[in-house]
C-alpha cells in the first residue's frame, strides 16, 4: 500500500514559542505586573526599603563619594539632603520589567525563568534609581529638583522609560517577536497535532 505523507510545517526553534495571540500575550503581562505589585505594596515599609530603597541610594551614595544615613535613607551631597521614600523604591517600575522578562526571557523552563526574572528585574530596578537619585543631585542646581515632585516625576520617566524601551527592544523587538511563554505546554500541542497529523496521513 502506497502511503503519502506531507511535509509538516516547521516548528518553533528550540527554547522558542511564536506568539500567536499577542493581544493576550499583552493582558496576561499586565495582570502579571498588575499582581507582582499588589505583592510589592503589600510589603511593610522596612521590607521596601531594605530591598529597594536602601540599595539604590547606596549606590548613589558611593557615585558621589556622599555621606549616606541608612537608618533615614538620605543621602547628603555638599548642601543638598536626599531623602529616598517608599513612593521613589521604583517598586512599580520593578513590576513593570519582571512582567515583561518573566514572559519575553530566552529560558526554556520555567521554574528556572521566573527567579531570573526576579532577580534582573531587581537589579534593573534598583540601578535605574541610583541613576535617577545621581541626575536629582545633579539638577539639584539648575532647579530646586530635591524639593519639586514634578521635577522627581520628569527625571523618573527620564531614566526608566528609555531603560524599559531597550529591555522590550533587547527581549521582544530583536528577538523575533518570539517568546518562551508556555513553551512546555506549547510543545505537548504541537506534538499532538504532529501525531494526530500523521496517523490520519497512515489512515
Known amino acids: 500500500m502506497l502511503v503519502l505523507r506531507l511535509p509538516l510545517p516547521p516548528r518553533p526553534g528550540k527554547g522558542e514559542v511564536e506568539i500567536r495571540k499577542p493581544g493576550l500575550l499583552a493582558l496576561c503581562a499586565v495582570a502579571v505586573a498588575l499582581g507582582v505589585k499588589l505583592a510589592v505594596d503589600a510589603l ?33 551631597v555638599a548642601d543638598v ?30 521554574a528556572l525563568r521566573v527567579p531570573a526574572s526576579l532577580a534582573m528585574a531587581w537589579f534593573v530596578a534598583v540601578t535605574a534609581n541610583a541613576v535617577r537619585l545621581v541626575l536629582l543631585v545633579y539638577m539639584d542646581g539648575f532647579l530646586p529638583a530635591v524639593r519639586v515632585p514634578a521635577v522627581h516625576m ?34 505537548q500541542q504541537d506534538l499532538r497535532k504532529d501525531r494526530s497529523h500523521g496517523n490520519a496521513l497512515d489512515r
Open 44 to 76: 511593610p515599609d522596612a521590607a521596601v526599603a531594605f530591598g529597594f530603597m536602601r540599595p539604590a541610594a547606596r549606590l548613589a551614595a558611593l557615585y558621589w563619594n556622599a555621606d549616606f544615613d541608612a537608618a533615614q535613607v538620605a543621602i547628603r
Open 154 to 187: 520628569s527625571v523618573g520617566i527620564a531614566v526608566f522609560l528609555p531603560a524599559f524601551a531597550m529591555l522590550w527592544y533587547t527581549f521582544v523587538a530583536g528577538a523575533g517577536c518570539k517568546r518562551p511563554l508556555g513553551q512546555n505546554l506549547q510543545d
Open 81 to 110: 539632603t536626599l531623602v529616598v521614600v517608599r513612593a521613589c523604591s521604583a517598586t512599580d517600575f520593578f513590576s513593570m520589567v519582571f512582567a515583561l522578562l518573566a514572559f519575553a526571557m530566552p529560558i526554556r523552563s520555567l
